[in-house]
């Protein structure tokens, strides 16, 4: 009977295991997650652990279990206690992983994990290899894990406040904390809080997006030709290394000509930035109607998630802490 009992737990084990790899497998090949779009799994599936020698982890995942399963109707009591001890000793070591090396939880991997460390142990008390007709249940078993966890293992965010601004509520995606900032690439305050969030940036234990709205001052005669500039860069794709090179560079050397050669500097086709920089007038245009009807009255402003952070008197761990609160 516990023989029995053992099989029948080995098999259920494998196939939630792999029920819980195929929808891991989902997330990490789609555009935006579909079963576990929460902060702990966007970090892990960010991480350098997911991709061991550039394979997607849960590829390995199915492979193991899709093996077990097969082990589960096959006479080899070897090699299925040896892959079953490997599997669960494994899965050991990637919670040990997820708990004191990424710090983050992903659902998922505490589906499959878990199931190779039951079936594991299962396997270890006496499971047998079981007769053709349990084959009949192992795919609507699998089947029904994986519509069991877009269900359930997938939470829509919670709404943000009413009083945010519509271009901030707009950028966020699920699994990152979105970081709005309307900026002005000559104001001196800007560029101090510029050094201060990227350190904050590079800081943060939890994966982070920036968005940036140009709010060029007509006081500062430069700002302008640095907005179009980013916003040139930005839509081939160097909009973040475009950003550090003009609050780097001095302000008086941000003039049309001066932006075009940090362009170039940066990796920048210059000839298509010539071509689309006229065009860019109606991209400023538009982020300054979203700074004023999100009441933006003075910069930087910044948004943190949905909270609001005004001016540059503020430390690297204050703006980790609002960017860590928002990830909760």
């Known amino acids: 009977m516990r023989t029995r009992v053992a099989s029948a737990v080995a098999l259920v084990a494998a196939v939630i295991g792999l029920g819980a790899s195929i929808a891991s497998l989902v997330d990490y090949l789609a555009p935006q997650a579909a079963f576990c779009a929460e902060t702990g799994c966007e970090t892990v599936r960010a991480s350098v652990w997911a991709h061991p020698l550039g394979i997607p982890m849960p590829v390995l995942g199915i492979a193991f279990f899709v093996t077990m399963i097969a082990l589960c ?5 070897r090699v299925r206690v040896a892959l079953a001890a490997t599997g669960a000793a494994w899965a050991v070591a990637l919670i040990g992983l997820q708990a004191f090396v990424i710090h983050a939880w992903c659902k998922l991997c505490m589906i499959a994990d878990p199931a ?3 079936g594991g142990l299962a396997v270890l008390a006496g499971a047998r290899m079981l007769r053709a007709r349990w084959l009949a249940p192992v795919a609507p078993l699998a089947g029904a ?8 293992a997938h939470h829509a ?5 009413a009083d945010t601004p519509a271009a901030v509520v707009k950028a966020q995606q699920p699994g ?3 970081v ?5 690439f000559e104001c001196p ?6 050094p201060k969030l990227a350190e904050a940036l590079r800081q943060a234990h939890v994966p982070v997006r920036v968005v940036r709205k140009m709010v060029p001052l007509p006081m500062h005669p430069h700002a302008l030709p640095a907005a179009l500039a980013w916003c040139c860069a930005a839509a081939q794709g160097k909009g973040d290394a475009m950003a550090d090179a003009l609050f780097a560079a001095p302000a008086d050397e941000l003039t049309t000509e001066g932006c075009e050669k940090i362009a170039a500097q940066v990796g920048c086709d210059v000839d298509r930035y010539r071509r689309e920089l006229p065009a860019m007038v109606g991209v400023v245009a538009g982020d300054m109607l979203d700074a004023r009807a999100g009441n933006v009255h003075s910069l930087p402003t910044v948004f943190v998630g949905p909270e609001r952070v005004v001016g540059a008197n503020h430390t690297p761990a204050d703006l980790i802490a609002k960017i860590e609160r928002a990830a909760r």
Do not use: G, K, N
Not at 145 to 152: D, E, K, P
Not at 157 to 161: A, D, L, N, V
Not at 180 to 184: A, I, L, M, P, R
């Open 157 to 161: 965010p919670e709404p943000m406040p």
């Open 176 to 178: 990152v904390v979105t």
């Open 145 to 152: 894990t994986v519509l069991a966890l877009s269900l359930f």
């Open 189 to 194: 305050f800007c560029r101090a809080l510029a």
């Open 73 to 77: 109707f096959v006479d080899r009591p």
């Open 116 to 118: 190779a460390i039951v």
């Open 180 to 184: 709005v900032e309307f900026v002005d």
